[in-house]
């Protein structure tokens, strides 16, 4: 757990020396760039390093090597195409089942497009960091890689739908699909964000919303149809979180107040405003549904720019800083009790291990 508090605390301070350029005329690179280009190096640098290094770290780490051997095998797996031909790719190259090269090639991409995403669209490169390590994005990207990746290509792939290049936009969820399926929902998802609803669209929607209340059976044999091998197993199993409600409504209610300033007529605020409450609607009324936090996670991470954002547009300076810091309060709290579940069985980042000093225990394959 020091370990994880080091890395967050320092690539934090990193982070808060970054500051977005602004355009000029000046066409050399300034100091405040070099700072940046520094700043952002070492970050990636240290984040990509815990990640790469670690040895059956992360729920799924055994269950990923079994994958990964099964592909090389020929045999079936339930993954993507894309991560089946990385796996034989990297396993082809390497002469040997090199599991850990195809663990870093996950780690270098995740990490660099998470940064990158942050650096592109956030208002406050600093504040948007500490939010998204706070928010437990990179921790949990130890765990089931493929989706972690394919949520940083959608984050990234997010200003090109704001841009209106529609075409960049769907290859890169496209591209992400190859690795994580559940990110082809972002095609429908991100599209309904965009839109400036009106109330008697919204009124709709609601009606629509509370369809889930009454035909769960229904949705739950769509999901079933999409996703054939959760049928009879754990999977099926519901569930709901209520810190994420919670900050899904906090945020709700600040964006509220701050609605005519701060959102109203900006199409890129709008579209975190609806990100927030589509989040929040689904936590609520789909909480039948199966690994409804994956879809929701999709939402909820414009929350890191969405928050910094809103209460940048407060003009009173007392109540910005007093909003700053209980932001960071509760990021802060967030995080301590991320680490406190962090050797849980669903979770279990802890404790840290690296193939310097440890090896991996056997897999399925090697039992049987």
């Not at 280009?37 to 790469?52: C, R």
């Not at 209460?311 to 301590?336: C, D, M, P, S």
Request: net charge positive; with cysteine; hydrophobic share 55%.
């Amino acid at each position: 757990m020091i370990l994880y508090i080091l890395v967050a605390v320092l690539t934090v301070l990193l982070g808060l020396t970054v500051q977005k350029a602004e355009n000029g005329r000046n066409s050399g690179i300034t100091r405040q760039q070099a700072l940046n280009a520094v700043s952002l190096f070492f970050m990636f640098l240290i984040l990509f390093a815990v990640a790469a290094s670690r040895l059956n770290v992360g729920n799924d780490y055994a269950k990923y090597v079994e994958f990964m051997h099964l592909t090389y095998c020929n045999a079936y797996v339930p993954t993507e195409v894309g991560f089946n031909l990385l796996t034989k790719a990297i396993y082809g190259i390497s002469g040997f089942e090199n599991y850990l090269l195809v663990f870093a090639i996950f780690a270098f991409f995740t990490v660099l497009l998470f940064l990158q995403a942050i650096y592109r669209q956030a208002e406050s490169f600093g504040f948007s960091f500490f939010l998204f390590m706070a928010f437990g994005y990179y921790f949990q990207s130890f765990s089931t890689v493929r989706y972690y990746l394919a949520l940083a290509v959608a984050l990234i792939a997010i200003p090109y739908l704001l841009e209106k290049e529609y075409g960049r936009f769907l290859v890169l969820i496209l591209i992400g699909a190859a690795f994580h399926k559940s990110v082809l929902v972002v095609l429908v998802l991100y599209p309904l964000a965009v839109r400036c609803w009106k109330k008697w669209q919204l009124a709709l929607a609601g009606v629509f919303c509370l369809s889930f209340f009454f035909l769960q059976d229904f949705y739950l044999r769509v999901v079933v149809f999409l996703y054939p091998t959760y049928e009879e197993t754990e999977y099926l199993s519901g569930g709901t979180s209520y810190v994420n409600i919670a900050r899904c409504f906090g945020i709700l209610i600040l964006s509220l107040i701050l609605y005519k300033k701060a959102v109203k007529g900006n199409r890129v605020m709008n579209f975190w405003f609806n990100c927030n409450l589509g989040a929040l609607v689904m936590y609520v009324c789909c909480s039948f549904l199966p690994i409804i936090s994956r879809i929701g996670y999709y939402l909820t991470i414009t929350h890191i720019f969405f928050l910094p954002a809103l209460i940048r547009q407060i003009e009173n300076e007392k109540w910005r800083k007093l909003l700053t810091a209980g932001a960071v309060a509760a990021g802060i709290l967030y995080f301590a009790l991320l680490m406190m579940r962090a050797a849980d069985p669903g979770f279990r980042i802890l404790p840290y291990q690296t193939f310097f000093f440890h090896e991996m225990v056997p897999i399925l394959s090697d039992v049987n």
